[in-house]
């Protein structure tokens, strides 16, 4: 008969490394869900210095109209909706457009019906009616003259972005507190500043087909 061999206690230093290690995957379970950048990029058209040829002279156009630089303009776009190619345009939360205002930002906060989110329910004639934008202090902007402000257009959009931008101190040395203004999430206002550094120490225009 084999002779029974006595279990060997487990070292300290050896448990305390799998208390850490459970204590550190309770804590991570535990957190809010953090965006996945690496998901977002794997599933992306662009890589991270890449910006579609066709929208930079927009982004330079609003930038000389507002002050705001194109960089950041083009970093709003490409995380707002990675550069339109996000389908409809349109977020669960209720956000709009190439760079996902939310209506009663886009009207003005004034109009009848805003408040909270600002995801309120507004016609399309109101939405995009520049007297009704001007009457209630919106952000939208008719940047290609066509007579009406439509956060659809891309025009119109990054112009607005770049209006809203400016007004909130975008221009004026304050752009970490407009975009926090913009989207309320420091992971947001982080991501945008990270694309925008990338984009003015390098980047790569690229053909695309997106309008």
Not at 81 to 97: K, N, V, Y
Request: overall charge negative; proline content about 5%; hydrophobic content about 35%.
């Amino acid at each position: 008969m084999a002779k029974k061999q006595e279990k060997k206690p487990i070292p300290s230093a050896v448990v305390m490394v799998i208390i850490s290690a459970v204590a550190a995957a309770l804590l991570w379970k535990g957190l809010p869900d953090q965006p996945d950048s690496s998901q977002e990029q794997s599933s992306s058209p662009f890589d991270d210095k890449e910006i579609p040829e066709n929208y930079i002279p927009i982004y330079k156009e609003a930038e000389q109209a507002y002050g705001v630089s194109w960089e950041v303009l083009a970093a709003v776009h490409r995380v707002e909706t990675i550069f339109s190619t996000m389908d409809e345009l349109e977020s669960p939360a209720g956000a709009i457009g190439h760079t996902q205002f939310m209506p009663c930002s886009f009207v003005g906060w004034s109009y009848d019906g805003c408040g909270g989110k600002g995801d309120a329910n507004i016609s399309e004639e109101d939405l995009t009616d520049t007297d009704v934008i001007e009457a209630n202090g919106g952000y939208g902007v008719d940047a290609d003259g066509s007579g009406e402000a439509d956060p659809y257009n891309i025009e119109d959009a990054v112009f607005s972005t770049a209006n809203y931008l400016a007004a909130n101190g975008g221009a004026d040395g304050e752009l970490r507190k407009a975009l926090h203004q913009y989207n309320q999430a420091d992971w947001y206002v982080e991501e945008v500043l990270s694309y925008a550094e990338k984009y003015e120490k390098h980047h790569n225009a690229v053909k695309t087909t997106a309008e």
